[in-house]
């Protein structure tokens, strides 16, 4: 990555300097102190303080840009959801895995409900969505229970067998007594699609040729009947559902699958306790890649947590975090983590920097820290402080691998939360920061009172908050679409065809407050 040196610095406006290795020697500072790029003498930057300029570029589309990682967890798309209980669970690990991300269920989880989310996850299909399911004899009002536990909003009606009977949306619910019986309010015979079309006759996935052209055909089927959704079938028996967008979608997304075909799971573990044994049961559950996690990543407890994980053998990409400098991540490096997790304080459920006055901003953290990573054959995720997709962009140009999410995503129909509507109408689900007095609650319910009282005392996070849902992008893919075509666009910006390249090529300039608001779109005239 580049910088343009500023008239301040005293170079002339426009003139780039490359950015220097993390090893480079400078008579100001440490090199492990110093952001990598970053002018000497300036201040820590996040990521509205700086902006990408254009470059040459030969990129024709920007679906010609590959958002693959290069970190061995096998994304396709550079977006982790955090472990954070009000973020992710078994639908949006099942939904971001769908699209080529990865989703880390949280350490506050029991083992054995955690065994049970990973069979599930691994049991659905990669292609098609997971249906909500009723009976015929199942009311109006279950059904409107669940449908907001899916982006498709609708349900459908088998019998004991499988066997798809009829499709309920919310408008056959609507103006309906809640207790009608679905029977009386479900639309059957309507179209039905055969999951052999989207294989090869050995049954095995068809090629990516082949399932584009069935995808068109599955879209046409359904435009020229109006119809939003489809039961896919096999055999008789209801294997998923495909809509139109999620025909479409299939189309540009490739779904990030373990070794076997099965979607990826990630899943974390703390630093207390008996780290090894935890690790051993979530290894042997099948998780895809292991998150060794606490707010404060560079510590003794972290190295003994992974010595204890590295003791194992782990034949999985080992995550460890969270640190904000070039020590920090050597040392985790060192230590056995494969990719190291960057950020303190910027997530909106944060209170820590607040509290402490600890942190960094995000945009030189992960600057200075990718580029240690990456000189020791790591990588790091960018953890936290992502509120637009020009954000994810500026992380990725910085070097990181992936870009972790967790409010953003929060306020999606995906995530685990129950969905409230305030005083005004609008649909929200609840958020809280994994150092609040909530999440302390969960995570020490097998302690005694006295001990989680006291603990309770040291609270960091804020509790409780609203992420409403954007009418326009309610879902997590709707959120996924918006982020990876700003991505693309930054990408064909730079002239890069992968994330290495973008990491190489992208020219960052450093810009006022009235230059971020320059840049923001107005909802009316001035």
Partial sequence: MRFIESARHGERTGQTTETPS????????????????QARGATDLTYADVFLVPSRSEMTSRLDADLSSDDGTGTTIPLVAANMTAVTGKRMVETLARRGGLGVLPQDIPLPVIREVIDWVKGRDPLFETPVVLGPDNTVIDALHLMDKRAHGAVVVVNGEGRCLGVVSAADCTGVDRFTSLASVMKPGGIELDARAFEQSSGAPASN??????LREAFDTLDATASELAPVLRDGKLLGVLTRTGALRSTIYQPALDSSGRLKVAAAVGINGDVRGKAAELL???????????????????????????????????????VVSADGVRDLIEAGADIVKVGVGPGAMCTTRMMTAVGRPQFSAVLECAAMARSMG??????????????????????????????????????????????????????FGMASARAVQNRTQGEGTFDRARKGLFEEGISSSKMYLDPGRPGLEDLLDMITAGLRSSMTYAGATNLAEFAERALVGIQSDAGYQEGRPLSQSW
């Fill in 284 to 322: 042997d559950a099948g998780v895809d890649c292991l998150v060794v996690d606490t707010a404060h990543g560079h510590q003794k407890k972290m190295f003994e947590a992974l010595a204890a994980v590295r003791g194992l053998d782990p034949q999985v990409p080992v995550v460890a975090g969270n």
């Fill in 378 to 431: 790591g990588t790091v995720w960018a953890d936290g402080g992502v509120r637009y997709p020009r954000d994810v962009a500026l992380a990725l140009a910085a070097g990181a691998s992936q870009v972790m999410i967790g409010s953003w995503f929060a306020g999606t129909y995906e995530s685990p939360g129950d969905m409230l509507t305030d005083a005004e109408g609008r649909r929200y689900k609840e958020s």
């Fill in 209 to 214: 040729g082949e399932r584009s052209a069935a």
């Fill in 22 to 37: 993390a090893t480079e020697d400078s008579a100001q500072t440490q090199p492990q102190e110093q952001p990598k790029g």
